[in-house]
């Protein structure tokens, strides 16, 4: 039967295609479509390949401190320091593990994304249209193409409607190419074959049906493996400055441990000993996992925001989100609810209510609050039947609720219609046979339809109310058509002006009646003399949750504009309902857009909030005159037309339920559920993921630094080595593993869309905060650890004195892991039982420690003892001095901080 990319669909008629795979005109079923899913497969050029538990954690022991440390063991074995082996060899293994945890999770999370993110196209299933994933599309699924759609498997036209499809990702051919559902003859190559669609190329322009023919590797970009492949992962700039701070440590600990291990050699030290601990500090000091934890946390933060219907695309994305300083954001469906309903309508110079709220076809027709028979009024009912058939959405009910595929506006269309009795079923001698297909360009739609037992064939229009009122020369009044006046256009434009200030969104709809239709429609010469029938009003609600969003966004130094392809009436009404302008805001449109120039623009760009009647031309003049000023700009796109606008935001943001599948691929991130309400989630979000990484890393680095000094210190001044290759290792596992990757997943802090956006190019750190987290405190921690360290030395002996700088280093470190939970606020107002598993990590690792101490098989292995009263105390108050200074410093950062650098 099916899928052979090979048989020459397009020499068949239509019929004997959909004959060949057992369709119809109304779809598979789908008991049907799931039985050739399991035949033919997933519609899927390449399956990308996952990297194996196992050799995630294989990979761990890739780095060369960590070879040369298990080598050095290895060496320690064959000349009978048996448990020293073992013991270093166990913390290795521990160690891998948790990195393998880290990288696991986070493989997992970009897997999970990656099915999140997938494309999706329309089929047509038991008789309905659905929106599935691409991957499920089967041979012999009818699939809906518009404009803005990537055609997801190769497909036999079966009708087209001006269909226009760009193939120059499969043949190169520089212009959309015209298409037809008419049978071809003869041997064609792909570039001639008129009447197919081929899987990766784009719906330009018009609409389609097609059958699928091929799916998968039999597809044709199967066939010749020419696929757009995801583009290569690069670093972000945060990855790339913080693996220039993590070779520089590297530089710092591997010279320290070779002058160290030098320098022991000359004191007596055995070569094996010394070559163990330099390896083992090197190990410990390194932070050769930095980059690995931040891409990590970077991925994670991605599944994150997906799990709150923010779907990240890019990994450079999140960071850029949490710097984010200005929003333009769509206003239909994303600050409102998309949701429209008929509410009023003004045929022959009175305005008619309608009720009834939502999808459900229930509601009355309402002239001065008496009930009015649709039927009755001939320029009413002619409005509602032209208003159904100059339409591409389906109403229906599904499990008792009434739903709408396809524009919300046409739904609302149709809703008003079936409340005036005007059905699908009513119109079906009506047959449309061509059309002019609405864009954001047009702004208006035409369709032509013949009608049973008529020689004369309708055509009904529908758009924007200034547009179509242009191309009507006549009115239709007491079932008479009359010349439209000068006066009479002023009218319906001053009630069009009146409905749209109270946020009403209206259509003009209009008709004529052609004896001839030409081959070709030219829309200049074809679309003038048409007969007005009325406006159309109808209101999207604002979202409530919006609101609460605007004013997170406020309190974030965030601007937020917006931007329609609405009249400007209805903007700014909108607008002021959710709080964006008040009365000294500059609102411009999309023909003020054109007059005015760059540089003029560039000066008024700031103070502009509401930008009406655009196109999607002007996103990108907007977007480029905000980015000349300096701010990371956010912005939203449904149609094809918006994704260069999209390309050249910092953030591209694309619908996930009204957006095409070319804006979606174009975006930086999808909107799951189109409310913008999500996008400052992310934000927030954004903001959070900088935040932990920059918690981790300055826990880490500012302990890795006190741990190198300690031993160079006391190298240099003649001590014995502090701590032992083991000891060294252990503190590693118990202060760099679990109470760090715990505070990568802190919750974020109260006021984190209370400060202003980060600078995207700023430093990871301000100076204060690099004064007094990576120098003063690593010099106030290495000095009572080396005081502690030579007192006890003195007084009770080397291995009391390891025992005792082994116990504070650690403790000292878990408290300073605590005080991490906020860099900037006081402990004690930062939430600090907020992230239970830092506490579950510090305790645990602090019964790791107690563990080492009280078991006495464990003191030989870690070269330890029983501590004493004296060294407990002094281990605590060496911690709480240490955790004292941190938090007394911070009141020096925050009052002081810059908040583009926070």
């Not at 899928?3 to 795979?21: D, H, I």
């Not at 509601?363 to 339409?391: H, Y």
């Not at 802090?749 to 430093?763: E, G, T, V």
């Amino acid at each position: 039967m099916a899928g052979r990319s090979e048989s020459k669909w397009y020499n068949l008629e239509t019929s004997e295609v959909l004959k060949s795979f057992q369709s119809r005109s109304e779809g598979l079923t789908e008991d049907e479509a799931e039985e050739r899913l399991v035949k033919y497969g997933k519609n899927e050029i390449l399956r990308e390949k996952v990297t194996p538990p196992w050799k995630i954690f294989l990979e761990q022991f890739k780095n060369v401190l960590i070879i040369l440390l298990i080598g050095a063991t290895a060496l320690s074995l064959l000349v009978g320091e048996l448990l020293d082996a073992i013991v270093i060899f166990a913390i290795v293994v521990a160690s891998a593990g948790l990195g393998f945890f880290q990288e696991y999770r986070s493989e997992k999370a970009v897997q999970l994304l990656k099915k999140l993110a997938a494309p999706s196209a329309t089929v047509i299933r038991d008789g309905r249209e659905k929106v599935i994933s691409s991957t499920e599309i089967v041979p012999g699924d009818i699939v809906v193409l518009r404009a803005g759609d990537k055609v997801p498997a190769d497909t036999r036209l079966i009708e087209v409607f001006n269909l226009k499809i760009d193939e120059a990702p499969l043949t190169g051919e520089s212009t959309p190419v015209e298409k037809c559902s008419d049978t071809l003859k003869g041997d064609l190559i792909v570039s001639d074959r008129m009447n197919m669609a081929f899987s990766g190329t784009v719906v330009t322009y018009g609409r389609g049906l097609g059958v699928v023919v091929a799916t998968g590797m039999n597809t044709e970009f199967g066939k010749i493996a020419k696929i757009v492949q995801e583009e290569r992962r690069t670093s972000t700039p945060l990855e790339r400055r913080i693996e220039s701070i993590g070779k520089w440590l590297t530089i710092f600990a591997l010279t320290v441990a070779a002058l160290v291990a030098l320098l022991g050699l000359f004191r007596g030290h055995s070569l094996i000993e010394m070559v163990l601990w330099g390896v083992s500090l090197a190990v410990a000091a390194v932070p050769e996992a930095l980059p690995a934890v931040v891409t990590g946390s970077l991925a994670i933060g991605m599944y994150e925001m997906a799990k709150r219907r923010a779907i990240v695309r890019r990994l450079p994305a999140v960071e850029t989100l949490g710097s984010t300083s200005i929003i333009c954001s769509d206003k239909t469906g994303t600050m409102t609810k998309g949701e429209m309903t008929v509410k009023k309508i003004y045929v022959e110079e009175v305005l008619i209510e309608v009720s009834g709220v939502g999808y459900e076809p229930k509601g009355e027709f309402l002239l001065d609050g008496k009930r009015l028979e649709p039927k009755t009024v001939q320029s009413l009912n002619l409005l509602l039947k032209a208003s159904v058939l100059c339409n591409d959405s389906k109403l229906f009910s599904e499990n008792g609720k009434w739903k709408v595929s396809g524009d919300t506006t046409e739904g609302a269309l149709l809703v008003a219609a079936a409340k005036g009795g005007v059905t699908e079923d009513e119109l079906k001698g009506f047959d449309r046979f061509d059309e002019l297909p609405f864009t954001s360009e047009r702004k208006r739609m035409t369709t032509v339809h013949s009608v049973q037992g008529e020689q004369k064939k309708f055509v009904s229009m529908k758009g924007a109310p200034e547009i179509v009122l242009e191309r009507c020369s006549h009115i239709l009044k007491n079932g008479k058509r009359v010349k439209l006046s000068k006066e009479a256009r002023e009218k319906i434009l001053a009630v069009n002006g009146k409905m749209a200030s109270e946020a009403f969104r209206n259509l003009a709809v209009a008709y004529k009646e052609e004896s001839s239709i030409p081959d070709v429609l030219n829309e200049e010469e074809f679309e003038k003399d048409f007969i007005f029938l009325g406006l159309v009003g109808m209101i999207d609600p604002p979202r409530q949750e919006v609101k609460e969003a605007l004013k997170l966004c406020k309190e974030a130094g965030i601007k937020v504009v917006m931007i329609t392809g609405d009249h400007k009436l209805t903007a700014v009404a909108v607008a002021k309902e959710l709080g964006i302008i008040n009365g000294n805001s500059l609102v411009l449109t999309g023909a003020e857009l054109e007059e005015i120039s760059d540089s003029e623009f560039d000066k008024v760009v700031e103070d502009v909030k509401v930008y009406a009647r655009v196109s999607p031309e002007h996103k990108m003049k907007i977007v480029k005159a905000l980015k000349n000023k300096g701010y990371v700009v956010a912005m939203t796109g449904d149609g094809i037309n918006d994704a260069t606008a999209l390309k050249m935001a910092d953030i591209g943001i694309a619908m996930g339920i009204t957006g095409t599948e070319v804006t979606k691929e174009t975006s930086d991130m999808i909107l799951a559920d189109d409310n913008f309400s999500t996008i400052v989630n992310a934000v927030s979000e954004g903001r959070r993921i900088f935040d932990n990484i920059k918690k981790y890393l300055t826990f880490l680095l500012q302990c890795n630094i006190s741990e190198i000094a300690i031993m160079l210190i006391a190298t240099l001044v003649g001590l014995p080595l502090p701590l032992t290759a083991i000891q060294l290792l252990w503190v590693n596992l118990t202060t760099d593993g679990l109470p760090a990757l715990a505070l990568g997943i802190d919750p974020p802090d109260k006021d984190i869309m209370k400060r202003k956006p980060r600078a995207l190019k700023s430093s990871l750190m301000e100076k204060r905060e690099f004064l007094i987290y990576f120098i003063i405190i690593p010099v106030v921690l290495t000095a009572i650890l080396l005081s502690n360290f030579v007192w006890t030395l003195d007084h009770e002996g080397l291995l009391a004195a390891r025992t005792e700088i082994l116990t504070t280093i650690i403790v000292c470190e878990l408290a300073i892991a605590l005080s991490c939970h906020s860099l900037r606020k006081p402990i004690v107002k930062a939430a600090p039982f907020s992230n239970k598993y830092l506490w579950y990590s510090v305790i645990g690792s602090f019964l790791m420690q107690l563990l080492v101490l009280h078991v006495p098989i464990a003191h030989g292995a870690f070269d330890v003892t029983y501590p004493t009263l004296q060294d407990w105390t002094l281990a605590v108050m060496s911690a709480i001095m240490v955790f004292t200074v941190v938090e007394i410093a911070k009141h020096f950062i925050t009052p002081k901080v810059k908040a583009e650098n926070i």
